[in-house]
Every structure is written in structure tokens, then in C-alpha cells.
């Protein structure tokens, strides 16, 4: 379907054109989160396998990988803002289909309220104001209202959003590489205040470790990777949407790997394996840590850093939510006003406010249970995420299976490396699963129904799927129709590509 074609089929569909190559990568960037990724993980994966910590960085790439190519190939065939739900369908069928739009709705739904609450207690530590942080009522408030305040601007227009993610990621990216600059002067000039190290080749072995150590190590670093494909959502408003939108979603990937091992090294480099291991809990305040050790007075720059990742990324993950929500309305996969297009900004206001909305309100319910309750809810995300990258992976050797064996490139990046991607992603799965099935694992380290609390949360999550699945099979069974398609090599010309 060309780009004419499909705008003619939507005349009041998105705005097409409306950002480039490098807006697309910006927003897939920024939409990982990429310092508030790193504060989050960099300590308890250095407690699982100590200086190794960026070599699983580098050996978590490579499921990403996979599945960003997957997802290039498929955008080629198809350029819907449903991304997954859409390809899924064409490949596999409605009923996998649905399922993979749902995961990416929750997702956003899931993780927006914690976001935004870490956007603004970074802020708030960064100009000094720690006693708002202490008041629960203050920070949740100010976290509600910076979830209004980024939906509007999704609302009011894509090349908005682009502007605002640009000076987002220029502002994070240079605070970080500034931390990771320092820190690592200080430890080859022999001045830093912790257990420095001087870096090793080494460090890049993601085996060095070994054990059992090394899955739970993997399990966090696939998914600090997650979120880049928020610029392939974009792929109806994105000029040249054939390629460009899936050549973000890829190149978003390699520059996050750079971005990781650079940080990583630089902090187990500074702070050491022992001082990471003893403030593992601290999670994402690791980096407000290692600031003040590392900057003494500019460590409001770090801190800025975490502010401006999570708040770019409050933003930037309603993209996939919304978008997808607007594809399955358009398909009568979900009721009709979901697929509604503000007429002047050319956005889907309906389903970016509704994916706010929820968010907001499961912010809000889980938050009042506890915090460690919010971050068991964030902890369910790595089902839903591997869930629907490994979907999507598997969809695409089947949509091109009839293809693969044409070129030895088709068959590696088409059907072996998608495949293998979302082997990896199943495995990860099950691994999840049995983690989070014992509730000593999870923050909160209660049990619910005998189970962890993020696997609870998790199957409640894909139970309410599968049943307004089935009930909107009865209200709209147009979309159940459907039935599955092979690619068309004229119109993908992947040889040429």
C-alpha cells in the first residue's frame, strides 16, 4: 500500500509528512528512557554479575536487534500506526493480533504514571526542593499534572512533540556523557572518592560472570532497551514511510548500545562493584548517589539528566498506546470513537487522552497501595514486552515465508535473526514468568494469591484482554474476518532495498 493509497483510504487520517528521519530517531530514543534505564539497572545488574555489568548491556542488544528488523521489514509491507497489532494480523490472524495490540496499550498505561513521578522527583532533587519529593501528595499531584501537560502536547501535533523531544534528548544526552567525562577523568587521574577501577576489554564479556547469575542480569537488560519502536508507531506521519520510519526504530537501537556501554563502563569503572552492590536497592537513585560522589556541587547536572529522560519518555510512550488504540478502532477491533482524528491538529485526540486517563488512574489506585506496590506494576512490563516483540519477530518469517529462501539476505534478516530474536524474547518470557512467581522476588515481597505480586498483575492484565476480546468478537465481528496474508515481493521490493 503506498503512502497515496493509504491517506486516500483515512481522508481524515493522520497527518502525513509531519516529521523526518531524525525526529523519528530522536522520539525512538528518547522513548527508552535511556537515563533513567541505566540509573535503574546499572546496580542490580552489577550485583548479579559484578564488572560484567556492560558486556550483558552488549549481549541484550542483540534480541533488540533482531526484532528492530523485524519491524523494519514489516513496516516496509505495511505502514500502520499499529505497528505489532496491525502486521500480526496480516500475518497470523486477529485473534494474535488483538492480543499484541492490547500488550502495547497496557504498556503505556502501565508505565506513564511511574515516569512522570520520577521526572519530577529528579527535578524537584536537582533544584534542592527534597522536602517536596518526602510529600507523597505534592510529587503525585505535580506527576498528574506533567502527564496532562505531555498529552497535550501529543494532542496538539507531532512536529510539536519532535521540537520538544529534540531539546529532551540533546539536554539528557549531553548531561550524561558530561558525568560519564568526569568520572572517568577521576579514575585514571586516581582522584575518585569510591572503589575506582580502570576499565577492561574484558568488562564487554557477558559470560565472564557465568551461573545462573547471568539470565537474571539479561532479563533487566533486554528491556532497558524497550520503547524505540515508538518511532515506527509514527511511520503515517513520518516522510518516507516506507523505510525511514523502521530505520530509526533500528539505528535507535545501535545508538542506545553506545549510550549504555558508555555510562556503564564509566560507572563501575567509578563507583565499583562494592559500592554499586551495597546501594543496589536504591535502584534509580543510584545516579543521585553517584552524582554528589562524583560532581560534589554539579550534580544537579545527573540529576537533570534522569528529569529530562523520564519526562521525554512520559511523552513518548503514549505514542504507541494511543496509536495503536486509533489502528484497532479503524479496524473495528476496539469501539469506533477510539479511531476519532482531531480535525485541525490531525492527531488521535480520543484514544491519547483515554491512554492518559488510565494511566493516571492506575498511577494513582497502585500508588496509594504502596510504592513498592508501583514498582512490582512495572515489573509485570517485561511480560507484556516480550510478549509482543516476540510476536511481532515470529510474524514477520511467517508474513515472509514464502520468500526467504529468494537471497541469503532475506533469509537471515528476514526469517533466521527475527526468529532467533523472538526465541530469545520466549525464553526470557518463561524465565520471567517463574521469577515473578515467587513472591520473595518482587519489591514488595508480599504475596497475592500465593503468587508475586508482578505476575499477578501480569495475568490480570492479559485475562481483562482475552475477555474484551471475546466481547468485542460479539459487539463488532468485522474485524474476525480477517484472514492471514503472505508478502508481495513487488510491493516490498526487498531486493532492492
Known sequence: MTNAT????????????????????????????????????????????????????????????????????????????GTTFSWVTRAMGPWAGWLGGWAITMTGVLVVGSLADVAVTFALLAVGLDSWVENETVRQALAVLLIIVMTAVCVIGTEVSARVQNVLILAQVVCLLIFAVVALYRV???TGSL????????????????????????????????????????????????SAPGKAGVWSTVVLLVTYLSVAIAVVAYAGTAFLTENAEEEEFIFSL?????????????????????????????????????????????PHHFARIHPRFRTPDVSTWWVAAIAIVWYVVVAQISENALFDSLTALSLL??????????????????????????????????????????WLLVESVIDMADPANSYSGVSWFGLG?????GIGISLAGVVLMIVMRFVSPVFWSERPTVADPELVHLKES
Open 6 to 81: 493509504a491517506e486516500a483510504d483515512r481522508p481524515e487520517g493522520l497527518k502525513p509528512d509531519a516529521i523526518g528521519f531524525l525526529d523519528a530517531l530522536v522520539i525512538g530514543l528518547n522513548a527508552t528512557s535511556p537515563a533513567y534505564s541505566l540509573a535503574a539497572v546499572v546496580g542490580p545488574i552489577a550485583v548479579l554479575v559484578g564488572v560484567y555489568a556492560p558486556g550483558v548491556m552488549l549481549a541484550s542488544f542483540v534480541p533488540m536487534l533482531l526484532i528492530a528488523s523485524a519491524f523494519y521489514y514489516l513496516n516496509r509491507v505495511d505502514q500502520d500506526c
Open 188 to 190: 585514571y587521574a586516581g
Open 195 to 242: 572503589g575506582s577501577t580502570e576499565p577492561s576489554i574484558e568488562w564487554l564479556n557477558p559470560f565472564g560472570a557465568g551461573g545462573a547469575s547471568l539470565t537474571g542480569a539479561l532479563l533487566l537488560g533486554v528491556f532497558i532497551y524497550w520503547g524505540w519502536e515508538s518511532a515506527v508507531n509514527l511511520t503515517e506521519e513520518t516522510e518516507n514511510s516506507v
Open 290 to 334: 553517584l552524582a554528589d560522589e562524583a560532581m560534589g556541587n554539579w550534580d544537579w547536572i545527573v540529576l537533570l539528566a534522569v528529569s529530562t529522560s523520564a519526562i521525554a519518555s512520559t511523552q513518548t510512550t503514549i505514542i504507541p498506546a494511543s496509536r495503536t488504540a486509533l489502528s484497532m478502532a479503524r479496524r473495528h477491533a476496539l
Open 385 to 426: 514486552i516480550a510478549f509482543y516483540y516476540a510476536l511481532t519477530g515470529l510474524a514477520c518469517a511467517v508474513f515472509y515465508r514464502r520468500h526467504l529462501t529468494e537471497s541469503v539476505k532475506q533469509f537471515f534478516l528476514i526469517g533466521v535473526g527475527p526468529v532467533v530474536g523472538a526465541g530469545l524474547l520466549t
Open 453 to 457: 505480586p508482578p505476575l499477578v498483575i
